[in-house]
């Protein structure tokens, strides 16, 4: 546009003297240079004497831009004033906008409408919480949004639900998947929250996302949350990525990091994901209690368990259908409650960082952790341990601890091999400086060879608490390899 309007600069100096004709011609270049003028191209007047506009040119539903500029509401992008109701209003504009159709049954698709923050930082007393249900395919974006100093405290900045939602707590989510999978439990579908800075300024928590459908959060800085800086709680689908959460501004080695009080994501529903995420301040990183989540690629540097918090805790205990894959526990641990169908896979543990299960019933069934690494200083903390402060796990099946190597820390795993050597009739190997889980072995193999004139009979003797006893029927010099099992247990054919 810039070019153009140099080319018709220079049409304009030169043909101020040409003949009537010309100049009939120049009225007509004029008329068309200014029919390409956007709207919105001017300098935005001041906050202070700009009275909201219900329905601006560039927003108002009849053109085909459907781009809702906020400061054309009236909201102030110096973030002095506050511009709550000016940001809402610019949000119901676009919800009252033209629809296209559905996208699920009962979702009206209003077409990619853009609620454009300008670049702004706008200061909010209440949540923003969109005007209406049953609509989709809206984009949030470009700018800052900071709680003013009276925010209600409970609150989310940015607040995808509606009055009908059910609040249920994360921690006792117990919706069903076909419940989940009806159109009509979604309050909105295909919303994007991108490009933000959303400040919480110690008042409360950045995002709830309920009950929605196919929601992205992307390229988003969430700060000073004192409760969750991002909730999804029920719904579907919702992938957060390429995002920074943290309760304070740190790089670490702040005074202040010992005062965490908020979880940075809770993923309180099911199929979602969290990928390229960093999560640099908080007491818990990321809280689970969904089913079918993925965790991948995100940084948990919080160190909240040096100070006694968490990286990410699965508290979904008996159906866990979590991976985390490829992701960098940074001084911070996992824990997970009853795990079930449970992956932890080609990640990093710096500074004595562990992965934890805990019994509430005693079950784990289907664990995988394997192909990590894990680094620490040298104190003998163990990779994997085990609480069972409410009780032993007792129902154990196909865990597999293995594959991990190890700097600075105790191994521990759930497969081992050992050896032993001797003259007489008894070989023993204690596996207890290994194996996981105590006084557990399912499955024992092993070899004997010896050297002496004849080869004995011999025997498995004993493989209780976790020590195998080999014996033979007359004294040999011999050797003994044995490879031992925990996880999987011994079924009977049917």
């Given at each position: 546009m810039g070019l153009l309007a140099s080319c018709f600069t220079n049409h304009i100096v030169y043909g101020e003297n040409q003949s009537p004709m010309g100049q009939s011609h120049l009225l007509k270049m004029q008329?068309?240079?200014?029919?390409?003028?956007?709207?919105?191209?001017?300098?935005?007047?001041?906050?202070?004497?700009?009275?909201?506009?219900p329905q601006p040119q560039e927003g108002d539903g009849s053109t085909s831009t459907r781009v809702y500029h906020v400061t054309s509401y009236g909201a102030d992008p110096t973030g002095k004033t506050d511009s709550t109701d000016a940001i809402i209003a610019a949000m119901s504009?676009?919800?009252?906008?033209?629809?296209?159709?559905?996208?699920?049954?009962?979702?009206?698709?209003?077409?990619?409408?853009?609620?454009?923050?300008?670049?702004?930082?706008?200061?909010?007393?209440?949540?923003?919480?969109?005007?209406?249900?049953?609509?989709?395919?809206?984009?949030?974006?470009?700018?800052?949004?900071?709680?003013?100093?009276?925010?209600?405290?409970?609150?989310?900045?940015?607040?995808?639900?509606?009055?009908?939602?059910?609040?249920k707590s994360p921690q006792n989510n117990k919706t069903t998947v076909d419940a989940q999978l009806s159109s009509s439990s979604y309050n909105y579908?295909?919303?994007?929250?991108?490009?933000?800075?959303?400040?919480?300024?110690?008042?409360?928590?950045?995002?709830?996302?309920?009950?929605?459908?196919?929601?992205?959060?992307?390229?988003?800085?969430?700060?000073?949350?004192?409760?969750?800086?991002i909730q999804v709680q029920q719904g579907h689908e919702t992938y957060i990525r390429n995002s920074f959460l943290g309760q304070h501004i740190t790089a670490g080695g702040d005074p202040g990091e010992r005062n965490f009080s908020g979880t940075a994501i809770v993923l309180a529903g099911n199929d979602n994901a969290v990928t390229d995420v960093v999560i640099f301040s908080a007491a818990v990183g990321i809280m689970v209690s969904g089913q079918a989540n993925t965790l991948s690629g995100v940084h948990c540097y919080n160190?909240?368990?040096?100070?006694?918090?968490?990286?990410?805790y699965l508290k979904l205990p008996g159906l866990t259908q979590t991976r985390i894959v490829n992701c960098y526990l940074d001084y911070t641990g996992i824990v997970a409650e009853d795990p079930v169908q449970l992956l932890i896979s080609n990640s990093f543990f710096l500074g004595d960082a562990y992965v934890v299960l805990k019994s509430v019933n005693g079950v784990a069934n289907g664990v995988n952790i394997v192909d990590n690494m894990f680094s620490g200083s040298g104190k003998g903390v163990e990779i994997v341990q085990l609480d069972q402060s409410k009780g032993p796990f007792k129902d154990i099946d196909q865990v597999v601890v293995d594959r991990n190597n190890v700097k600075g820390m105790k191994?521990?795993?759930?497969v081992a091999k050992g050896a032993a050597q001797g003259n007489g009739t008894s070989w023993t190997v204690d596996f207890n400086g290994v194996?996981?889980?105590?006084?557990?072995?399912?499955?024992?193999?092993?070899?004997?060879?010896?050297?002496?004139?004849?080869?004995?009979?011999?025997?498995?003797?004993?493989?209780?608490?976790?020590?195998?006893?080999?014996?033979?029927?007359?004294a040999v010099p011999g050797s003994v390899s044995i490879t031992v099992n925990q996880g999987v247990a011994i079924h009977e054919a049917s």
């Open positions: 008329a068309f240079k200014a029919s390409l003028v956007r709207h919105d191209s001017a300098p935005s007047p001041s906050p202070s004497n700009t009275s909201p506009s504009a676009a919800f009252e906008g033209p629809k296209q159709g559905f996208l699920m049954e009962g979702i009206a698709n209003l077409g990619g409408a853009r609620i454009d923050l300008q670049g702004g930082h706008y200061l909010v007393s209440r949540p923003l919480r969109f005007p209406a249900t049953g609509a989709g395919n809206v984009v949030i974006h470009g700018g800052t949004l900071r709680a003013s100093d009276d925010f209600p405290t409970g609150g989310y900045l940015i607040d995808l639900s509606s009055s009908s939602s059910t609040n579908e295909y919303i994007t929250l991108k490009d933000l800075m959303l400040d919480s300024n110690y008042r409360g928590g950045a995002i709830s996302v309920i009950n929605s459908l196919r929601t992205s959060i992307d390229n988003c800085y969430i700060t000073h949350f004192t409760t969750t800086g160190k909240a368990t040096g100070f006694g918090g968490t990286g990410i191994l521990r795993a759930t194996l996981l889980f105590p006084n557990l072995i399912r499955d024992v193999q092993y070899s004997l060879s010896t050297n002496g004139g004849g080869f004995p009979n011999h025997v498995l003797r004993n493989s209780s608490a976790n020590r195998v006893v080999i014996e033979s029927n007359v």
